[in-house]
């Protein structure tokens, strides 16, 4: 059983197209997140919900919004896209957002996303 | 703001140590996490310091150090398999957000 889980694992899609990325988590966390790291592999935070309710909201493009339907799922809609959007998309999860510092966040395999 | 320096890359042989500094400077330190990520892989927690000290989970150790704002990762008796990305990530305690550094990448040579 995968415990966080994303699909697709690859998007390849062309410029001003909108996208969505999906996650689920089977773990039982109550707190999720949107990761995103470049090329030059550094990871930063985008978003994060603590059941449902977002706690965490980084300054990103306004095209990004997340949407978490129930505590066990956080979605990725990215509209417009454009080439600097090109990244792997790490989906997270941690039992609460502090408990979660010291045992560690369990990362979802990564969407790569090329915009072309 | 915050930032946490650690090195670019390291290079070892098998069965050497290796230890990875990380200095942070952000205001309101909660604790400092380790992360492992192979390539074309998802980062794996390894572990986690709130307070002074050393924290040994196997061949791999934490340290921290609050008053020096500075931590390590010590990776013993390496092995091929513990080539990787490795980064430390600081949380404050004023907001949620766990921030990494820009990750050390080890390689490890026969």
């Known amino acids: 059983d995968t415990a966080v889980s994303q699909t697709p694992k690859y998007l390849v899609t062309q410029m001003g197209n909108d996208k969505s990325i999906k996650c689920e988590q089977n773990l039982g966390h109550d707190t999720m997140y949107w990761y995103k790291q470049d090329s030059k592999k550094f990871l930063k935070i985008m978003f994060s919900?603590?059941?449902?309710?977002?706690?965490i909201n980084e300054t990103v493009p306004n095209r990004f919004s997340p949407k978490s339907p129930d505590k066990a799922h956080l979605n990725l809609h990215i509209n417009s896209l454009e080439l600097g959007d090109s990244a792997v998309y790490f989906c997270a999860s941690s039992q609460t957002p502090i408990t979660g510092i010291g045992s560690g966040y369990t990362f979802g395999s990564g969407t790569r996303l090329t915009v072309v | 703001g915050q930032s946490l320096e650690q090195p670019s890359e390291v290079t070892a042989v098998e069965g050497a140590i290796v230890q990875i500094n990380c200095t942070y400077q952000?205001?309101?330190?909660?604790?400092l996490s380790w992360y492992q990520q192979h390539d074309g892989g998802a980062p794996t927690f390894l572990s986690y310091n709130a307070l002074d000290g050393l924290e040994e989970t196997g061949r791999f150790s934490s340290f921290l150090s609050r008053s020096d704002s500075y931590g390590y990762l010590l990776l013993q008796e390496l092995q091929m398999k513990d080539s990787a990305s490795y980064f430390c990530a600081v949380k404050r305690s004023n907001d949620y957000k766990l921030s990494f550094g820009a990750g050390t990448t080890v390689t490890v040579r026969a």
């Open positions: 919900y603590n059941n449902k309710e977002l706690i």
């Open positions: 952000t205001s309101g330190f909660y604790g």
